[in-house]
Structure formats: structure tokens, C-alpha cells
């Protein structure tokens, strides 16, 4: 055999040899999550009028009363402009005889709704304010949700957690499973989670100066991580 090709032979022998021979690092993969309790210095509130009429002009009408009303009453409390929206607004006829198959449905009237949410900032004002709210003729009420009103420091923190979290808990199931954790090949963030609002029926409402209690908010993400592993 030809000394050149001799020598290639060889080396690709010793090459496989060594391929084979060598170790093919394995993945762990984690989750964790990290929080943050903070006391809220923000509500959202969903607050606004329902009227049923015999015209819809009339049930509209008499929302659009109340609605100008809570506006007017939110403006007096110091609620600045950009705090204020229009969430919901909607107009429906009642029907009469949809159940019955031999008669034809009629409209018995109509019904009108009108809702606006709102940014409070002023949380010592807030039940009292809801009470207020009621006296001007409000009876919806879609939820209040405590919050902060420059969540991204918290998310940021909350985020450091869950790295830390997942961290641990790799490092932990490594040292059970016998191997070395070796460098991070992926980090996913899965999301990030604020509060969601609370439903006060308006029976609980009707309380005057609505009593209300803030306590913490709980701010969380979570995020994925793969660790290459070999054994020890």
C-alpha cells in the first residue's frame, strides 16, 4: 500500500475511534417562577348605567343622564381626563313570544347600556367615590382591580426570580442525577402575569362608603431554561 494512503487509512481509523469514544453532552430543561407582593397605588373600576324603555331614544336617554352624571361626578373628584373611557356601549331590543312557535316575537321595548372605566389613583377616596358613583344613579359595576401604575420595575424583578428559581432547580436535579451542569444553551420567558380585577356584586355596592380593602397584589413571571449536562 502506497505510504500517503496508508497514513489517510489511519488516521480516518483513529478519527472514528475517537468519535465514537467521546461523550454526547445531555439537555436538562427547567422552569421557574419568580413573584413580587407589592401594595397596589392604582384601581381600575368599570362603572356605568343600565335603563330599559318603551323607545330606544328613551332608554338611551336615560343612561346617557346617568353616564353624564358619573363623568361629572368622576371630573369633581380630581379624575383627570385621560383616566376616563368609554368600555361598553350598547343598545338591544327586548323581545316578547320568542318562545312560541305559533306566534310571531314582538318587541316589548329596548334596552340600553353605558359603561366607562376609570383610573383611580387616589385609593383612600375610592369607596367613598363608588358611594358618590351610586347616589348619581350607577348600577353596573364590572370589576375592581388593584394595580400599580409603573408595573415594568416589578416585572423586571419578578423576572430576576424565575431565572434564579430555574437556576436552582437545575443545579438541584443535577446534583440527583449524578451530573455536571454545564452552560446555558436557552432562556424563554413564558410571561409575565399582573393581577386580574375583582367582581363586587352591587348588592355589596349599595354599602355606603363602599368599604374597601387593597391588601397586596402579586406580580409574577416564569421562564424556561436548558442547561447542557455531562456526567461527573
Known amino acids: 500500500m502506497h505510504k500517503t494512503t496508508a497514513m489517510l487509512v489511519a488516521f480516518i481509523a483513529l478519527a472514528g475511534v475517537s468519535s465514537a469514544g467521546a461523550e454526547t453532552p ?10 413580587v407582593r407589592v401594595v397596589p397605588d392604582m384601581a381600575v373600576i368599570t362603572v356605568g ?8 331614544k328613551s332608554a338611551m336617554d336615560e343612561t346617557s343622564q346617568v353616564t353624564a352624571a ?12 385621560r383616566d376616563v373611557q368609554t368600555s361598553d356601549l350598547s343598545l338591544n331590543p327586548l323581545w316578547s313570544n320568542r318562545a ?4 310571531r316575537p314582538t318587541i316589548d321595548g329596548y334596552q340600553a347600556s353605558n359603561r366607562v372605566t376609570v383610573r383611580v389613583r387616589d385609593l383612600e377616596s375610592l369607596g367613598t367615590l363608588l358611594d358618590a358613583l351610586l347616589s348619581d344613579g350607577a348600577n ?7 394595580t400599580v401604575s409603573d408595573p415594568e420595575p416589578l416585572l423586571n424583578e419578578a423576572r430576576v426570580n424565575a431565572v434564579a428559581d430555574a437556576r436552582a432547580r437545575a443545579e438541584l436535579l443535577a446534583t440527583a442525577a449524578d451530573v455536571v451542569l454545564g452552560p446555558l444553551i436557552s432562556l424563554t420567558e413564558g ?3 399582573m393581577p386580574r380585577a375583582e367582581t ?4 355589596r355596592m349599595a354599602d355606603s362608603a363602599v368599604p374597601m380593602a387593597q391588601g397586596e397584589v ?6 424556561t431554561l436548558v442547561y447542557q449536562i455531562k456526567p461527573e
Open 26 to 35: 445531555g439537555q436538562i430543561t427547567v422552569t421557574g417562577e419568580g413573584s
Open 49 to 56: 348605567a343600565s335603563a330599559e324603555a318603551d323607545t330606544a
Open 70 to 81: 358619573i363623568l361629572e361626578r368622576l371630573a369633581g373628584a380630581g379624575v383627570a381626563e
Open 100 to 103: 312560541a312557535s305559533d306566534q
Open 140 to 146: 353596573t359595576l364590572g370589576g375592581v382591580q388593584f
Open 191 to 193: 410571561g409575565a402575569y
Open 200 to 203: 363586587f356584586g352591587m348588592a
Open 218 to 223: 402579586n406580580i409574577s413571571a416564569n421562564v
